[in-house]
Structures are given as structure tokens and as C-alpha cells.
């Protein structure tokens, strides 16, 4: 079973910045066979990806965190990482990571993140 966990969220002023850790591990798991996004969710809006990296290390954003965000991954630690800089207000919710392959899909629980000053 594969099991995602997310962390690094919380309260940060606009302007700031802040990264979330997306932790994989499972039995059988192999990190690099598998494509991870983190997606997020507002209040009363649906989920949206935000970025991806896939198998071959190729990353893709979404067009309202072009130029602030980053992904990476370190598959020695099995974690992806989402730099966030020069937060927005509208930047604001709870964050997930996905893992997948295959059709198969992984989600973490999620780490809420505020922007407000």
C-alpha cells in the first residue's frame, strides 16, 4: 500500500514563501515509476493541479503559479518538494500530492496552507 504524506503547510504573510514535502513510502513502492503532482483545493472550488513532475523528471505548472512555484524531487528520499515564493492571498488551501501510474492513483491527506496577513 502506498502512503503519501504531505507536510511544510501553514500560516504565511503575503510575500512569503514557503515549501511542502510530499513523503512516499509503501510496500513495493518505487519512487521513480511514478508520476507526482501536487494539486490544491479552496473552500468552495474544485481541486486544481498546480504542478507535476513526471517519470522522466519534466516539470508542468499551472498558469496562475508560473514563476513562483517550483516542484522537485528527491528520489533518494522518496519526497517531492513545492517551493512556493511571493505568495498570494489567492494562493490559499489545502494542498495534496498525488502519486501515479498506470491508471493507479495515490493521494496524501493534505496540509493546509493561509496566506493573510
Known amino acids: 500500500q502506498v502512503q503519501l504524506v504531505e507536510s511544510g503547510g501553514g500560516l504565511v504573510q503575503p510575500g512569503g514563501s514557503l515549501r511542502l514535502s510530499c513523503a512516499a513510502s509503501?510496500?513495493?513502492?518505487?519512487?521513480?515509476?511514478?508520476?507526482i503532482g501536487w494539486y490544491r483545493q479552496a473552500p468552495e472550488k474544485q481541486r486544481e493541479l498546480v504542478a507535476a513532475i513526471t517519470v522522466g523528471g519534466g516539470a508542468s505548472y499551472a498558469d496562475s503559479i508560473k514563476g513562483r512555484f517550483t516542484i522537485s524531487s528527491d528520489n533518494a528520499k522518496n519526497t517531492v518538494y513545492l517551493q512556493m515564493n511571493s505568495l498570494k492571498p489567492d494562493d490559499t488551501a489545502v494542498y495534496y500530492c498525488n502519486a501515479v501510474k498506470l491508471g493507479t492513483v495515490h493521494w496524501g491527506q493534505g496540509t493546509q496552507v493561509t496566506v493573510s496577513s
Open positions: 509503501g510496500s513495493g513502492f518505487i519512487f521513480s515509476f511514478y508520476s
